[in-house]
Structure formats: structure tokens, C-alpha cells
């Protein structure tokens, strides 16, 4: 980081440790897959604490295995210790593709091929050949088996000191690679712990040049938090300072702080604030190369250096038209110099005056403010002389390139001597002079336009006229023709901006009228003749029409048709009465007797419409074209009697059905069919005895036989003794009243008898309602997780009843399993159960969940702006204590007595993950430690 000031500070920020930027002097690119996440400040998170995860973190920088290196970095293993697992490796492999392999523990490198790899395995795999500690392993080609001819060298255990490095702590990994002698050494805590001698280039890269490396872990059945911090590495050069630039009185503060690092010391001393710390201010009197030496916390020493250019200030200078300014024009005041400094003006630019502008320089260019004085020149505006219009076509003099004040320029667009156009004048550069438009109207040629000449025929006088339809005056040609059709061409007086037009006049030869011939008609009939021939000629016939007699006719066409006369000779037949046979008496609704075609062949239609409920006279119309005349009819329609009798009851199936009478209530003597029949409904017939001249109709009674049925009702579900027992319905689903026997009993299981009203054709029926007893039911519930555990998981048991329950927690949904999981709330939560089968108490029971919040948030704004274990604040004697990721205690308090504010020694920490210890008594009463983290987010 670094900062540099001259009256006040302005903050420019690098990275620290490596991360995405790219520096002057080396770069990490960086690329994360699977679970593995970004943590900031080049601290990724390779696995979460979760069952079955993998991450991993890629590189691509190469490496030569030809030359030594050294690569330093931090591991976090979490902070389960039996039950932690798998682990985390630093792999090299011949790209630089992010990839993971075989998870568990394969620790995310098994299976990737031509690789060299240091393992630090957290779990012991039966048939790995795994140690019991937390051990080392230097393996090649994907093989996580320390029995194979693949493994290099160990396993040995990790730490010098303890065979446990799942303790929360960042633990210092430093891997060396000395090329003379073809050794891989790895320190642990800055304790070599185990080497491996193998020409590595040739065996597993096949003398590839450009090597790439990267951070693998995984998890398995069990997990654990890994993460990776990344401090330096040897072939990467500088990589926290980055070469800058001030100006002659400025200072700038680096910051060459790296996390292992123990003591700072630089040189040259000039112009150092302090030469002893990570990030002192620099005020250097000329361009100087700094170099920064770091011990760490191990005892290695690294070395960087930045490069501190010191500019000098300069005057900004502009371009000289900037000077000169017409009122109006574009503000001339650039933003950047012809040096390239850029910056602002003062004041405000004013188009409309002559003024002094101040150019101040942006700050961090090292140059000195500029004034440019910008002299503001009058607009004037150029006048020419109107130029008469013209006709389209006419010649168009050029405009004049000087206006009446003297001002010079160009005319646009072009002359254009066919349309009326405005021609904008643009004056020369450097006249202070505004643009002008003159307009040169060009009148188009008018269309002479005449009156369309309808057709005349041969021998006709001269139709054309000799001024036009919009006031043109001319002469046509050639001579007029009446004998033949001609088109003549008009020609426009002088003076008059017109076009020659062209007409046409259509010569008609006479022709001869054209008509239908007429076919024969009937004495009496409408004149057949038209007025209109066939071929559009008018006229009128002679001598006058006679209707009586066949006559041969004269049409003669009206004048101006050009048409000869016709003639047309019309036939006169007479009429004939058509006669008929047929039936003149019917009864009332009978068909009718009346027929389309006389007995001569005449065929017509009568009217009015036949009616056959009364008697009426009908008249026979022929059809048109049969030379025949009308005739009338009467028919006479008799009414019918219809038998009436009164309707018959419904009856029951079986039961007692009277005969019919065979007289009906209006007199009518006859018959039924078919035979009583008092099993199924059935609809009788009544035919009346035949009595000359009288119109019987048969009639019909329909006889319903009701079938017996079985009252339903709806069953009343079983209750519990005491229960609210309701009456039963008076009144079946299919209708049926009665009434029901022995009074309801809550008490005990009861037969109800159902019996129907009379005449209801309907049996009795039952229905059994059932009374069950109230079993008394007994639960106990027990937590079956470890305190703080992800998965929290209550189990409950319960004796009495049916055996078959439904359990509930916390007054939520009921449910058939016994087990609830992922319980959540630092609090009591309540299990309640009852019988699935049948009536019993509801028994509830209380159990206490242990959990801790995962963040909290200090910014005043009321909600968690304090870290605390809500589960414990009734433990007096617990105690927790807070860490960050370096392992350095930066908080001991009791829960029950105060929460963490996110402070350290009076100042706000930075939004991050910070690690815990809570010691409490547990359930049975026994001390107990959990660890664990949590986030400070801001």
C-alpha cells in the first residue's frame, strides 16, 4: 500500500500479498473451482467444514525445475481433530488448467497424472499406509498411497511438536527446491520435517520446462475448514511494491508488509521516515531506487525494491487558436495541454466577451497553473441581392461568391436549375461571419390538362378546344379527322411554363342494335321488349304492344348512338284452365289432399299455406311459362274427439292396480292395450270405437310403479368418549323422511335404527357409530447431536396407546417420524405426540439447543451489532475467547456477562472471519471446549 501527499493526501492502493492486479514488476493470476472460494488479501478457503467438498486454487506462473525456488505460504486445517478430515496438498503438474481430482481421501489430487505433490494428510485411511498424526507426504502421479512405488518420501508427522495441526491455527509451510543437488525440502512451522531427492524434471515432466503449481484439499464422511494463505515466492520478484512516480515536493507512504514478517529494513535511509517498519513515508530529493529486506517470522530473509521517480513541474501551454474566438462559436478552451496535462478552467466561459481564463492542473501531474487570454470577435450576418424565379430548365446564372459587405465564401449544394432550392452561404474561415440562406424559386412546368373527348361517330364536328381545362392557351395537330381516330398533340402559347399534351378522340363506325330473341308469351302478358339493346343502344319500338296477337316490331335508337334500327317479332299463345281430383272432406290434422300438378299437366302452387284444423277455400297459381289460368278449392276439415280420462296415482312395485275404464269422462267407448301391469311403469293406450262421420284420436296414460330402496346416509366417523355427538339428519341423501331410534349416547358404541315415513316406498336401515376411549400417552425426547453441531437432531420416544404417533416441534406441522433434524434457535424447543390411530392426551416435552451466530454486523444500526453465545449467557463459569486468523487473542469474555463489539484495543477491525474458543459446562454437567468461526461483516 502506498500513499503520497503534497498539501493533502491522496490514497493509492496496491495489493499486499498478490491478488487479481497486475503489478509493474510480477503478477499471480489466480483461478478458483469446485468449493473453493476467494477470502481476500490472497487467503482463499479450499473447502468449507461440509462433508464430501473439494476446492482448489491454480496458478499460472511457470516454473523451471532446471533452477532452485522457494514458496512460502500459510494452511489453516481447521479445528476438528478426531473427527477432521482429509486434508490440503500444493501440487505442480505440466499446465496450468484448474483442475480437482479424486475427493476424500484422494485430498483433490488423486488421479491427475505427470504431478509431483506435497500431501499434509489430516486422517488416517485404512490401506493408504496413513500414520495416526497429522503427517507429510511427498508423492508424484496422482497416487495417494504412501505404500506405492509412487510416493517419494514420508509419511512423517507434520509438526515437530504435536501430532495435531487441526488447532485453528495458520501454520508456516515454506518448500524449497535446491536444483544442484535435485532435492524438494518442506519446513513445517519453519522446521524442515522431510526431503526428497529425484530428478523430478526428467521422472514426472518429462523435461518440460514450464512447470505450474496450485492448493488442492477435500473432505470426506468427515470435514473440516481448510484454507491457504499465499506470502511470496522466490521466482516472482517484488511482489508488494510497485515502481511509482511524485512530484518534487511530495512525500509517498509504501507498505511492504508481508503476514510471516518479523522485522523490516530499509535502504538508502534518505528521505525514509522510519528505515525500520513495513510502511514508512518517503520524501526523496531525487529519483532513487529503494530496497525493503524482510525477515520472517522463521528467520528467512527476501528483498524488494521500488523505484521513486520524482517529476519536476512544468507550465502547461495551449494551442494558439484557442486565442481567437468568434462570438458564439464552440468554447476554444481545451481540457488537456499540448503537454498532456489535464485539468480545469476558471472562471466559467463567457462566448460573448473578451476574458482571462486560469487553467488549473487535476492533481498528481506536477504542473503549474496557466492563463490564456481569449479575445471574442462580433458576428455578422451576409446579405445578396434577390435573384428572379426561373422556369424548370432555364439557364441558372452561378451565385455570387461575395455578399453585399464584402464578405467572401461558397454557395451549397449545387446549382440546380429543376426545383426551387435554398442555397446556404457559408463565409470563409477567419471573417467572424454567421451562415446565410437564399432561396431560388424555379416555377415547374404546368400539365396542360383537357376534358376526356367522349367517343363521336363518323362525320362529326371538331371537339378539341383551343384553351386548356387551367387556362393554357395553344394551337393542336395535325387538321381534325372525322373519318378515323386520331391522337392530337397540343402545343402551349410562348411564356406561359407549360408542357405539350396529347389527346385522343375516338371515331364510331354505326352499328346495328342487338337483342335477345323473345320467347313465345300468354295472352295478357307484360311487354317482353327492352329499350336497351344488348350492345348498350337506346331507342323505342313501334307500333305499340298488343298483348293478343303475334306482331312483328320496329326499334329505333335514340340520336348521337351511331346505331341502324332492328327488329324483333313476338309470339302470342292463349290460356288453359287446369281441373283436378281429389278429396274435398278430411279430419282434423289429416295430410293434404291438395296436388302441384292438374290432371293437364299444369303445374303451380297453392295458397294460402294449408291449414288441417279448419275448413278454407285454397287458390292453384300456375307456375310462370305454362299459358294457364288460376282456379280455387275448398276443403272441409272435421274435428277430433279426444278420449279423456282422469290420471292414475303412482303406485309401489306389487301393489294393488284397479283396471281402467273403458268409457272415457267425455263419452268415448274403446279399449286399453297393453295389459295392467303393476311391476314397471308403463304407458296404456286408448283406442275409441269407430262412429261414421265422427274424427276420433287415440289416448295415453302413463302408470308409475315406484321401486323399493334403502334410505342412505352419510356414516358419522368415530369420536372419543365426550365427545360433542351431533343429531343424525332426518331426511336420506336420496330424500326419504323417518325418524330415528334408540336417543344418541356419546358413551358408548350405538346400532341406530332408521325407520321411513308411510308412502314412501322406502325399508329401514341402520347405522353403528362408534365411541373409542382416551389413552394416556407418555414422551421423553433426547438430543442426539453434539453441542454447536451444524445438524442439531432431536430423537423422541413414547409409550401407551396404539403404538402408531405423530409427533410435533415447536406447535409446527405433525409428523410421522420420530427424529426431527437441522434444528436451529439457541433456545428450549418444545416436542409434543399423540396417537395416529385413535383418541389419547397430547403429551409435550422441553429440550435446550446449543447454537452460535455466524456473523454479526457493528454499524450502529441496532441489529447484531454484538458477537455473543446466546445458549451460555446462564453458564456463569463460561468463558470464550476470540482469535484472527494469525491465531493472536484479541478478546477473553464471559457470555453471561458482556458480547464482543468487533474492537481491538479501542479500534474497529477489519470485516473478516475470526476464530473461537467457548469453554461451558454441558448438559451432564462436565466442562467442555468447542471451536469454531465466525464473520465480522461491515
Not at 287446369?578 to 297453392?606: K, M, Q, R, Y
Not at 442439531?792 to 416441534?809: A, D, N, R
Request: hydrophobic fraction near 35%; aromatic fraction near 10%.
Amino acid at each position: 500500500m502506498l500513499y503520497r501527499t503534497r498539501t493533502t493526501p491522496v490514497a493509492l492502493f496496491i495489493l499486499t500479498v498478490i491478488c487479481f492486479q497486475t503489478l509493474s514488476h510480477a503478477q499471480l493470476n489466480v483461478v478458483t473451482i469446485g468449493d473453493a472460494s476467494d477470502l481476500g488479501n490472497n487467503c482463499f478457503e479450499i473447502t468449507p467444514d461440509q462433508g464430501n467438498k473439494a476446492g482448489g486454487v491454480w496458478y499460472d506462473n511457470p516454473i523451471d525445475f532446471a533452477n532452485d525456488f522457494t514458496i512460502y505460504y500459510q494452511n489453516n486445517f481447521g479445528t476438528k481433530d478426531s473427527n477432521g478430515a482429509d486434508g490440503m496438498a500444493l501440487v505442480f503438474k505440466k499446465n496450468a488448467d484448474a483442475e480437482i481430482g479424486g475427493t476424500g481421501q484422494g485430498i483433490g489430487y488423486a488421479g491427475i497424472d505427470n504431478t509431483l505433490i506435497v500431501e499434509f494428510d489430516t486422517f488416517q485411511n485404512g490401506g493408504e499406509g496413513d500414520l495416526t498424526e497429522d503427517h507429510i507426504g511427498i508423492m508424484s502421479n496422482g497416487n495417494a498411497n504412501h505404500s506405492a512405488s509412487t510416493s517419494l518420501a514420508g509419511p512423517i508427522q507434520a509438526s515437530a511438536t504435536n501430532a495435531n495441526i487441526e488447532d485453528g491455527i495458520n501454520h508456516e509451510i515454506k518448500i524449497v527446491w535446491i536444483a544442484g543437488i535435485q532435492t524438494l525440502n518442506v519446513y513445517f512451522d519453519c522446521d524442515l520435517r522431510l526431503s526428497a531427492t529425484n530428478d523430478v524434471k526428467t521422472t514426472i515432466f518429462n523435461g518440460d520446462d514450464s512447470v505450474y503449481f496450485g492448493f488442492v484439499g477435500s473432505t470426506g464422511g468427515f470435514s473440516n475448514l481448510h484454507q491457504v494463505c499465499f506470502n511470496r515466492v522466490s521466482f516472482v520478484a517484488n511482489l508488494n511494491l510497485v515502481d511509482t512516480s511524485i512530484c518534487s515536493d511530495e512525500t509517498i507512504q509504501l507498505d511492504a508488509t508481508i503476514p510471516s514478517g518479523v522485522s523490516y529494513s530499509w535502504s538508502p535511509t534518505t528521505g525514509v521516515s522510519d528505515p525500520t517498519i513495513a510502511n514508512p513515508t518517503f520524501s526523496p530529493t531525487n529519483t532513487t531506487n529503494y530496497t525493503v529486506t524482510i525477515s520472517d517470522v522463521c528467520g528467512d530473509v527476501t528483498t524488494e525494491d521500488v523505484l521513486i521517480t520524482l517529476n519536476s513541474y512544468i507550465t502547461p501551454s495551449f494551442p494558439a487558436s484557442a486565442e481567437f474566438f468568434c462570438d458564439g462559436n464552440t468554447n476554444p478552451l481545451t481540457n488537456t495541454s499540448n503537454e498532456g496535462i489535464t485539468g480545469s478552467w476558471s472562471p466559467a466561459f463567457d462566448s460573448t466577451t473578451t476574458a482571462t481564463y486560469t487553467f488549473i492542473p487535476d492533481a498528481g501531474q506536477c504542473a503549474d497553473p496557466a492563463t490564456l487570454t481569449v479575445v471574442v470577435d462580433a458576428r455578422i450576418i451576409p446579405t445578396f441581392s434577390a435573384i428572379n424565379d426561373i422556369c424548370d430548365g432555364e439557364t441558372l446564372d452561378p451565385l455570387p461568391t461575395t455578399s453585399n459587405e464584402g464578405i467572401s465564401g461558397t454557395w451549397s449544394p449545387a446549382i440546380d436549375n429543376t426545383v426551387t432550392t435554398t442555397y446556404t452561404f457559408t463565409p470563409d474561415a477567419g471573417q467572424c461571419a454567421d451562415t446565410t440562406d437564399l432561396e431560388v424559386r424555379v416555377v415547374p412546368l404546368t400539365v396542360t390538362d383537357f376534358a376526356a373527348i367522349a367517343p363521336i361517330c363518323v362525320g362529326s364536328t371538331n371537339p378539341l378546344l383551343n384553351t386548356s381545362v387551367n387556362g393554357i392557351t395553344g394551337a393542336w395537330s395535325p387538321a381534325f379527322d372525322n373519318t378515323t381516330t386520331t391522337t392530337y398533340t397540343f402545343t402551349p402559347d410562348a411564356n406561359q411554363c407549360a408542357n405539350t399534351t396529347d389527346l385522343e378522340v375516338v371515331i364510331t363506325p354505326l352499328i346495328v342494335p342487338d337483342f335477345a330473341a323473345v320467347a313465345p308469351i300468354c295472352v295478357g302478358s307484360a311487354n317482353p321488349l327492352l329499350n336497351i339493346s344488348l350492345d348498350g343502344i337506346t331507342g323505342g319500338w313501334s307500333p305499340a304492344f298488343d298483348d293478343t296477337t303475334t306482331t312483328t316490331y320496329t326499334f329505333t335508337p335514340d340520336a348521337n348512338q351511331c346505331a341502324n334500327t332492328a327488329s324483333m317479332t313476338v309470339v302470342v299463345n292463349q290460356k288453359i284452365v287446369p281441373t283436378f281430383t281429389h278429396l274435398t272432406t278430411i279430419c282434423e290434422g289429416d295430410a293434404s289432399t291438395l296436388l302441384n300438378t292438374s290432371n293437364e299437366g299444369v303445374t303451380g302452387d297453392w295458397s294460402p299455406a294449408f291449414d288441417n284444423t279448419v275448413t278454407a277455400s285454397y287458390t292453384f297459381t300456375p307456375f310462370a311459362g305454362q299459358c294457364a289460368g288460376s282456379i280455387s278449392k275448398t276443403i272441409t276439415v272435421n274435428p277430433l274427439v279426444t278420449p279423456i280420462f282422469t290420471q292414475v296415482d303412482p303406485i309401489c312395485i306389487g301393489g294393488v292396480l284397479l283396471p281402467l275404464p273403458t268409457t272415457s269422462t267425455n263419452g268415448t267407448d274403446g279399449t286399453w292395450s297393453p295389459a295392467i301391469d303393476n311391476m314397471v311403469t308403463t304407458e296404456y293406450t286408448f283406442t275409441p270405437t269407430p262412429i261414421a262421420g265422427i274424427c276420433f284420436e287415440d289416448s295415453k296414460m302413463t302408470i308409475v310403479v315406484l321401486p323399493q330402496i334403502t334410505p342412505l346416509f352419510t356414516q358419522v366417523d368415530p369420536i372419543c368418549v365426550g365427545s360433542v355427538l351431533m343429531p343424525l339428519p332426518t331426511v336420506s341423501v336420496d330424500g326419504i323422511t323417518g325418524r330415528w331410534s334408540p336417543a344418541m349416547s356419546n358413551v358408548v358404541t350405538t346400532t341406530y335404527m332408521f325407520s321411513p315415513d308411510p308412502n314412501q316406498c322406502a325399508d329401514p336401515t341402520t347405522m353403528t357409530i362408534v365411541v373409542n376411549p382416551i389413552n394416556t400417552l407418555t414422551v421423553s425426547a433426547t438430543i442426539l447431536s453434539e453441542d454447536f453441531d451444524a445438524n442439531q437432531i432431536i430423537s423422541v420416544s413414547v409409550t401407551g396407546g396404539s403404538g402408531t404417533y405423530e409427533y410435533q416441534l415447536d406447535g409446527g406441522v405433525w409428523q410421522s417420524s420420530a427424529v426431527f433434524e437441522n434444528v436451529l434457535g439457541c433456545n428450549e424447543h418444545t416436542v409434543a405426540v399423540r396417537d395416529a390411530l385413535g383418541c389419547s392426551t397430547i403429551p409435550e416435552e422441553k429440550v435446550m439447543i446449543m447454537t452460535y451466530p455466524k456473523f454479526f454486523t457493528p454499524n450502529g444500526d441496532g441489529f447484531n451489532d454484538s458477537w455473543n453465545i446466546e445458549c451460555l449467557r446462564k453458564d456463569s463459569s463460561a468463558v470464550i475467547r476470540i482469535f484472527d486468523r494469525f491465531g493472536k487473542l484479541l478478546i477473553q469474555f464471559k457470555p453471561s456477562q458482556s458480547a464482543w463489539s468487533g474492537a481491538f484495543n479501542g479500534a474497529q477491525l477489519t470485516g473478516t472471519d475470526y476464530w473461537f474458543t467457548a469453554d461451558y459446562l454441558n448438559s451432564v454437567g462436565v466442562k467442555t471446549q468447542f471451536k469454531a468461526h465466525f464473520s465480522l461483516k461491515r
